[in-house]
């Protein structure tokens, strides 16, 4: 389905463990998403490189100061109702102090960042609530690569 002439943005999320291995992730108040659990993350720049751009949104969202080590994922979302298209690039990264919290630093864009097992996350993506509880990209991540555990990945 063609999106009327307008191109895909590619968007970047933080997959961020802490030592329990649970994973960050925060309820979306954008339009895009409204509602809907995600990572943090943004979208890719001219000329930004994936680690750059993702440490980068990470640090804007969150104050988190990260470091990306690897592309993990890859997924092609698209939003009809909204008339978008994106695809979105996933990394695995690590906090430089693994002390440090996140903090709420764009209340118009995230409800506040929990910490949440890689189980609670699948049974998201799986609508074992009935409804959709993740963010599009976040929920196709998980659905596509059902052999991805984030929870004994290293990084």
């Excluded at 979306?28 to 993702?54: A, I, T």
């Excluded at 698209?78 to 906090?95: D, M």
Aim: with cysteine; charged share 30%.
């Amino acid at each position: 389905m063609a999106c009327n002439g307008l191109h895909p943005r590619v968007g970047i999320f933080a997959i961020i463990s802490d030592e329990e291995g649970r994973i960050l992730i925060g309820r979306r108040l954008s339009p895009l998403g409204k509602g809907h659990w995600g990572f943090p993350g943004g979208h890719l720049e001219q000329g930004e490189d994936f680690f750059d751009c993702v440490e980068r949104e990470t640090l804007e969202e969150t104050g988190l100061q990260i470091r990306a080590t690897k592309v993990i994922g890859l997924t092609n979302d698209k939003f009809p109702e909204l008339n978008k298209h994106y695809v979105t690039v996933f990394t695995r990264c690590v906090r430089k102090d693994a002390n440090q919290e996140p903090q709420r630093l764009e209340p118009n864009k995230c409800e506040g960042w929990s910490w949440k097992s890689w189980q609670e996350i699948k049974s998201m993506a799986n609508r074992e609530s009935g409804s959709q509880e993740l963010f599009l990209p976040v929920e196709n991540l998980v659905r596509e690569n059902p052999q991805l555990d984030m929870e004994t990945s290293s990084s």
